[in-house]
């Protein structure tokens, strides 16, 4: 079940809000759970008992932790990380790395949805009550609710336990709370609806295109389309998850901060999926030694944080290669190609985060290597066709330069200037009553527009479901 679906917009989610109302504040967290694993049931169906599964492990070591001398709490750790991180690798990485030693199984394994989102929580959990940051959780449907809560679950973004304990043991709803969060679930849905689904429309005609009859024109309109696709997929993705957790009490941080802008990479990665940055900073970097040490030991930490970043995205070289690629930038700057970059102009600094981001989508998109070194080659001018594509030339028409330029003009933040994240947040000096009147009138045009194109199209994917 994904959030864009009609079925999601006009039954599951009606009836849970409506039901969540009725039940007795004693009986919140067990129906919100109940409500998370009938919306993961729906598509995975059985795999569920594996996140139950995960559940218990989890809710089993945190309780041990508290009873088991300090010397043997290392012990108890590696056997929890262990324990949660088996099924991540059977499920997603087993065919991969029997490939690399030559054994093939007869077919691929199912990977259930969000195991990598759910997976990273409970690791969370566990290193968090090992480190004392927060104490054991005592009740298994507290606990399963933080790890199987719907409006996160498949997709984020990564909510560590420290930053919601508290709110899972008591939370409240308020009218503004409760409209905040409406507000930026329907921009959420216009992001992936009326953004993100014509992008990526662009995009797999483009990078469908047999290498010989790709033009250079279209393969950089290609992985523009894609670049746009990915961002306004998985930030509406979040805005949605982020709107939806309003709805219910919870206040889940900021996952995505207008990434495009960024004048380095380094300044992208605080802006770009800030959850699984902060994850692995917090989890991996920092633990490994961060840049307390050396120089190099602090180059080396990256390409680790790097690789398994790209690892953890898919079992493929391509997200190896786009993690080390964005790695070796990370590197190159805290050297003094850092401090050649930002003596440059700003608007060369963007543009070279730009180039550098739009070059890792492509290896991030292609089907294989191979694809993706072609891809680039004719991005260069090397090769392919001399006139654009028949099916491109078919797409190309007045709604799509509209919506590619409403794409550009949203990754600015003077879309933020006009209806931002909160009345708090406004920037622009004009009366409350036109502001608020221009928000109702946008936001239900989003609403209408969105609903429409879903009743009326079956493109509709999810991007980061697959990891």
């Known amino acids: 079940m994904v959030f864009s679906s009609l079925f999601f917009l006009f039954y599951f989610l009606p009836v849970v809000l409506i039901l969540y109302w009725i ?14 694993l009938y919306f993961y049931a729906w598509g995975e169906g059985l795999y569920v008992f594996l996140m139950l599964l995960v559940v218990l492990i989890n809710y089993l070591i945190g309780v041990l932790f508290e009873k088991t001398p300090p010397i043997r709490k290392k012990i108890l750790l590696a056997v929890g990380v262990g324990l949660n ?20 199984l007869s077919q691929t394994i199912h990977l259930p949805i969000g195991i990598s989102f759910f997976t990273f929580q409970a690791l969370s959990y566990l290193v968090d009550t090992y480190r004392q940051t927060t104490t054991a959780q005592q009740n298994f449907i ?110 889940f941080l900021e996952n995505f901060n207008f990434p495009y802008i960024s004048r380095s990479i380094q300044e992208f990665w605080r802006r770009w999926h800030i959850s699984l940055s902060n994850w692995f900073r917090d989890y991996l970097y920092i633990p490994l030694g961060g840049n307390r040490i050396s120089p190099s030991r602090t180059m080396l930490n990256l390409f680790i944080v790097f690789f398994l970043c790209g690892l953890w995205h898919g079992a ?34 963007h543009l070279y985060v730009v180039l550098v981001v739009l070059i ?31 099916n491109i030339v078919y797409k190309l028409d007045v709604l ?3 919506t590619f330029s409403a794409a550009v003009f949203c990754v600015f933040p003077f879309s933020a200037k006009i209806l931002p994240r909160s009345d708090s947040q406004r920037q622009v000096t004009i009366p409350d009553t036109f502001f608020h009147g221009f928000k109702i009138l946008l936001l239900s045009l989003t ?16 991007i980061y479901f697959r990891f």
């Not at 088996?86 to 093939?104: A, E, G, M």
């Not at 609403?447 to 999810?462: K, R």
Request: hydrophobic content about 55%.
């Open 142 to 251: 507290n606990l399963g609710l933080y790890i199987a809560l719907f409006p996160q679950l498949i997709a984020g973004p990564i909510v560590r336990y420290h930053d919601v304990a508290k709110q899972i043991v008591s939370r409240k709803v308020t009218l503004s709370s409760f409209n905040y969060g409406v507000e930026r679930f329907i921009l959420g849905l216009g992001k992936k609806v009326l953004l993100a689904n014509p992008m990526g429309q662009m995009a797999d005609i483009a990078y469908g295109i047999p290498q010989t009859d790709l033009s250079t024109g279209v393969a950089w309109l290609g992985a523009l389309c894609y670049m746009l696709q990915i961002f306004y997929d998985f930030s509406g993705y979040s805005d949605m998850a982020i709107g939806l957790g309003h709805m219910f009490g919870f206040r």
């Open 316 to 349: 493929s070289w391509n997200f190896i290669v786009w993690g080390l690629f964005h790695g070796c930038f990370l590197a190159l700057e805290r050297t003094r190609f850092g401090k050649f970059i930002h003596a440059l102009p700003k608007l060369v600094q």
């Open 85 to 104: 991180l088996l099924p991540l690798l059977f499920y997603k990485y087993s065919v991969f790395f029997l490939s690399l030693v030559d054994i093939k």
């Open 400 to 402: 799509f330069f509209i």
């Open 360 to 390: 890792g989508w492509v290896f991030f998109r292609a089907d294989n290597l191979v694809q993706a070194l072609d891809f680039l080659k004719i991005m260069a001018g090397i090769g392919g066709a001399a006139s654009m594509h028949i």
């Open 447 to 462: 609403l209408i527009l969105s609903i429409a194109a879903l009743a009326t199209d079956t493109y509709n994917p999810f």
């Open 23 to 36: 039940v007795p504040n004693r009986g919140k967290n067990l129906f919100l759970l109940l409500a998370s």
